[in-house]
T-cell receptor, first 110, second 112 residues
Framework: EDQVTQSPEALRLQEGESSSLNCSYT??????LFWYRQDPGKGPEFLFTLYSAGEEKEKERLKATLTKKESFLHITAPKPEDSATYLCAVQARAGTALIFGKGTTLSVSS | ETGVTQSPTHLIKTRGQQVTLRCSSQSGHNTVSWYQQALGQGPQFIFQ???????GRGNFPPRFSGLQFPNYSSELNVNALELDDSALYLCASSMGGSYGYTFGSGTRLTVV
């Protein structure tokens, strides 16, 4: 069964304190791994898509990496506005639906 | 691009009633998926439509049904509402293949 597990469930950081979020997955033939950001009461906002092991993508203070079993979302020098829930999802085959993890809720305090 | 628009934003229904949620996808996005997100959980896949035909379904009972229309809009219907149906319902559209999905802001459904 295709499955996505995210850890930790919650993470509290001080402003400027870098850290990483983990997404481990088991899927029969990964087509793509997606990272989304979700603010309370809102829909997920697309961040990155990773397609193959070794791939890395960056956007401002965020960097996503992918191995054959997991993905990391590295947050460098976070700011309070980075506080949100970060969702990881996998797509097993092209055109199929996304399978999501439960998310990591990040709180950054100044 | 106009994004993905969902209506209504909030809805309160009584147990046993029926509800229809609506979604307007981005032009050219021939794939639309619906997800249910309970509080504190990740989105759970309900079903997906490709060019107006259902091409995937998650572990949801038949009282959850949907339609996709030629103008890139779609709807989710839920019959015989139960208290556990209270959740944020998300619509997402895509051009298909390995393109990512764009999500709407969701409809918050409360069943009392």
């Amino acid at each position: 069964e295709d499955q996505v597990t995210q850890s930790p469930e919650a993470l509290r950081l001080q402003e400027g304190e870098s850290s990483s979020l983990n997404c481990s997955y088991t899927v029969s033939g990964l087509r793509g791994l997606f990272w989304y950001r979700q603010d309370p009461g809102k829909g997920p906002e697309f961040l990155f898509t990773l397609y193959s092991a070794g791939e890395e993508k960056e956007k401002e203070r965020l960097k996503a990496t992918l191995t054959k079993k997991e993905s990391f979302l590295h947050i460098t020098a976070p700011k309070p506005e980075d506080s949100a829930t970060y969702l990881c999802a996998v797509q097993a085959r092209a055109g199929t639906a996304l399978i999501f993890g439960k998310g990591t809720t990040l709180s950054v305090s100044s | 691009e106009t994004g993905v628009t969902q209506s209504p934003t909030h809805l309160i229904k009584t147990r046993g009633q029926q509800v229809t949620l609506r979604c307007s996808s981005q032009s050219g996005h021939n794939t639309v998926s619906w997800y249910q997100q309970a509080l504190g959980q990740g989105p759970q896949f309900i079903f997906q439509y490709y060019r107006e035909e259902e091409n995937g379904r998650g572990n949801f009972p038949p009282r959850f049904s949907g339609l996709q229309f030629p103008n890139y809009s779609s709807e989710l219907n839920v019959n015989a509402l139960e208290l556990d149906d209270s959740a944020l319902y998300l619509c997402a559209s895509s051009m298909g293949g390995s393109y990512g999905y764009t999500f709407g802001s969701g409809t918050r459904l409360t069943v009392v």
